[in-house]
Each structure stands twice: as C-alpha cells, then as structure tokens.
C-alpha cells in the first residue's frame, strides 16, 4: 500500500507543476493580455456595448442577429472575436498593436 501512496503524492505533485506551469503561460499569452486590456479599456468609455444598436436591439459586428445580451459586452461571444480578428490583423501585418480601445475603434 505504501508505493500506491508514494504515486499518489507524485501525481499531486505533477499536478501542481502543472498548474504552476499553466498559469505561467496564461501570463505570456500576449493575446489575452492585449484583448483584456482592450476590454477594461472599453469599459472605460462604454457602459453598454459600443456596437449594440439600443433601438434594433442588432448588434453592429454581426447585423444578422439581434442582441440577445442588451448590449453587455463582458464575455459578449461576439466582441470577444472581434477583438480576436483585430488581433489577429494587427499581427499579421506587423502592425503596432493600439493601447486604448478608443485607438481600436478608429482604426476600422
């Protein structure tokens, strides 16, 4: 019995490198650091989602459905990959990544 527990400790311990190594590489995953700072920034100027049209209840980034978040943008499926395709165009083309939502939103 004493070498099944001997395993056990050592999977507890892969485990935690495990973790500690996932959460070392969600500090560098440079994508997610620039599309949370884009997030907080927008939240900055924006209570309501800048592209949720609060008439049509249409949201401006995919004009074939309506809303269905009444123009709340956190974890918003489709703001997300929108900041996700912009990312992935500023990359692209090497292009300096804006700082400020507000820089992002003027590029379009």
Excluded at 43 to 62: G, N, R
Aim: charged content about 35%.
């Amino acid at each position: 019995m004493s070498s099944n527990k001997s395993i056990k400790m050592s999977e507890d311990e892969i485990n935690r490198a495990l973790a500690k190594a996932e959460k070392e590489a969600e500090k560098k995953d440079h994508k997610k650091i620039w599309m949370d700072k884009m997030m907080k920034s927008a939240k900055t100027y924006y209570k309501a989602c800048p592209y949720y049209d609060k008439k049509t209840s249409k949201c401006f980034l995919d004009l074939s459905n309506k809303c269905n978040r009444e123009g709340k943008y956190e974890n918003c499926p489709v703001f997300l990959g929108f900041l996700d395709n912009k990312y992935q165009e500023f990359t692209s083309k090497k292009k300096i990544l804006p700082l400020d939502f507000l820089d992002l939103a003027q590029s379009i």
